[in-house]
């Protein structure tokens, strides 16, 4: 049985955005079950959590003695497998894997350091100096996509792993109106989350926040 770290809760901000919700989905859309693996900061800590996740972080994964980490490397083994998440044909898969990178590396880190800003360190000096750039580079790379997207209803032919990456990257920045400010970019998103694969795995990430809640005080 495979087997996907989680946190049990998180902050209302984080919550539907931590990275084991593209594990969840990749699986839903594979037709794959899992069980999952819940975990708080007294585990993230642990030796025997650390050798699965070498830095502490969720998702990592399980399955028949294979043990990896970090999403898009758990979301491309998975897609590998999937005619749902990648095509069978050499270009069709080198193109998938293509925009499951760009995602990542091109986009997300963008994405993030404006979440980082807002979310973390907004009252900080340094931070109130920043965000402008922060918003300009955010704004730039959402504009490429959108060229890119324009005419289309996902990256590619259909719906692939790389849709499913970028997605739930583009969910960083549901802080702001940013994504909502391009009809392009917001009719894709909309798109991809329709799909019932992602509701449920939304479902299933935010099931253990709602059982787990810390009481009110």
């Known amino acids: ?113 404006l979440a980082a800003i807002d979310l973390f360190y907004a009252q900080e000096e340094w931070a109130k100096l920043r965000r402008p750039g922060a918003v300009d580079a955010a704004k730039a790379r959402l504009a490429v996509l959108s ?14 792993a790389g849709d499913l990456l970028m997605t739930t990257v583009l969910r960083i920045l549901r802080h702001t109106d940013l994504v909502a400010q391009m009809p392009v970019l917001e009719t894709y998103r909309q798109r991809c989350e329709a799909r019932p694969a992602f509701q449920k795995a939304l479902a299933a990430q935010m099931a253990p926040f709602a059982q787990n809640a810390p009481p009110k005080q």
């Not at 030796?47 to 491309?76: D, K």
């Open 147 to 160: 060229n890119w997207l324009d005419g289309r209803e996902y990256l590619e032919e259909r719906f692939t």
């Open 1 to 113: 049985m495979i087997k996907v770290s989680a946190f049990r809760w998180v902050p209302p901000f984080a919550q539907g955005v931590v990275r084991d919700l593209r594990v969840r989905w990749a699986l839903e859309e594979a037709g794959l079950a899992y069980e999952e693996m819940l975990i708080g900061p007294e585990d993230q800590r642990t030796e025997t959590y650390r050798r699965l996740q070498p830095f502490g972080q969720v998702p990592a994964y399980q399955e028949n003695g294979l043990e990896m980490f970090e999403s898009g490397a758990i979301v491309l083994h998975i897609a590998e497998r999937s005619e749902a998440l990648m095509p069978s044909e050499p270009e069709g898969r080198a193109r998938t894997t293509t925009w499951m990178f760009a995602a990542l590396n091109s986009v997300e880190p963008h994405f993030q350091n």
